[in-house]
């Protein structure tokens, strides 16, 4: 069984679309974090100004001079120090921006004329303790990472399709005709599949947070998501769940999505005779919950949001209310995700198996 594993993944890997596809993967995750650190710029509002890593290590002394929980008289002192007023040009003092922390408390506790607005930390966040710090460099990875997966699964797609559909050019015949080509080999494909999927999303998920390690350091990751600028949609999630959190989540969320798209398209790629149909298909299906007229305050939205493509989209299956204590509404992706590799391993197999030849 070990061997035809291993033969079902080299005949996976050794097809030049998928190291053509996985290469173009890797290298748009290298451009998007290089040129996202690149183009960082910060301002102390005290002379000193830069783009790349002298405005990542602005914005780290910045943090740091203002860094752990956020009160009420800590606000004042950064209105008082680092907000800006709106001055002479009439700019509104809430959009100037000179760094991450002036531009999160400038948001949330600023007038137009970088005066405090009279808001309170507890009429924001409640009860909750905010701790803040340098989170900018963990949010801008996350970002990247959404786009990086989708576009992602799409390629998931691609190296999966073949598996089942790649052999009714006439293999199917010596396959299906042997000892166990209904039984061991299908097993083999299905399991061979599941694996590249995962071992190629490792590998994207580790070049990530790799890199971003490299640019950024570790400093941010036991901050809250909920002091940030507004232009996160990460800061969105009504949760007061801290950087390093936020990132084990959608990495959790990258996996799950990969075994559900693995499983939808492992179902096609059986079911189909054409690789191009089964691609087209999986596609279809994989896409096709963005386009359901569901609002997010509807009931069924917690049913479609579980879908691969919301895994990997993460930030509305993060949003949905939580359930008890620390664990979100999202830890029900891993079932969801099950269930559907499941699905598409068992119907995939039979429909292998039952493919008759001639």
């Not at 996985?22 to 290298?27: K, Q, R, T």
């Not at 100037?96 to 405090?116: E, K, M, P």
């Not at 924001?124 to 990875?141: A, H, M, P, R």
């Not at 269930?339 to 068992?346: D, E, N, R, V, Y």
């Amino acid at each position: 069984m070990k061997k035809l594993i291993w033969l079902e993944l080299r005949k996976i890997f050794s097809k030049r679309l998928t190291q053509f596809a996985l290469a173009v993967g890797l290298l748009l995750s290298a451009l998007l974090a290089f040129s996202t650190w690149q183009n960082k710029y910060a301002s102390d509002g005290a002379g000193n100004e830069g783009t790349g890593r002298t405005a990542v290590e602005i914005d780290k002394a910045v943090a740091a001079r203002y860094s752990g929980i956020l009160t009420d008289e800590k606000v004042q002192q950064m209105i008082a120090e680092i907000v800006p007023e709106s001055g002479e040009n009439g700019l509104n003092a809430i959009y100037l921006y000179q760094n991450t922390i002036q531009s999160a408390v400038s948001a949330r506790f600023s007038d137009i004329n970088g005066n405090w607005n009279g808001l309170r930390v507890s009429d924001l966040f409640g009860d909750e303790s905010i701790k803040i710090g340098y989170v900018d460099g963990w949010l801008s990875t996350s970002r990247n990472m959404t786009s990086i997966l989708v576009a992602f699964s799409f390629f998931i797609i691609m190296m999966i399709a073949p598996v089942f559909c790649g052999e009714y050019s006439g293999v199917d015949n010596i396959i299906l005709s042997s000892k166990y080509g209904r039984t061991k080999c299908a097993e083999a494909k299905v399991i061979a599949g599941i694996m590249a999927a995962l071992i190629t999303t490792a590998i994207v998920l580790a070049v990530n947070l790799l890199m971003a390690l490299a640019f950024y350091g570790s400093e941010g990751l036991d901050c809250s998501i909920l002091f940030a600028q507004l232009t996160y949609i990460e800061g969105g999630i009504p949760f007061n769940i801290t950087c390093g959190t936020l990132l084990v989540y959608q990495s959790v969320l990258a996996v799950t999505g990969t075994i559900g798209v693995t499983g939808i398209t492992l179902l096609f790629s059986a079911a189909c005779k054409n690789q191009m149909i089964a691609l087209v298909a999986s596609v279809a299906v994989y896409a096709l919950p963005l386009l359901l007229p569901v609002a997010e305050t509807s009931a069924l939205f917690r049913l479609v949001v579980l879908l691969p493509i919301y895994h990997a989209q993460f930030v509305s299956l993060m949003s949905v209310a939580q359930m008890s204590g620390i664990l979100l509404y999202a830890i029900w992706a891993v079932p969801a995700a099950l269930i559907l590799i499941a699905a598409g391993s068992i119907f995939s197999r039979r429909v292998f198996a039952g493919h008759q030849v001639s």
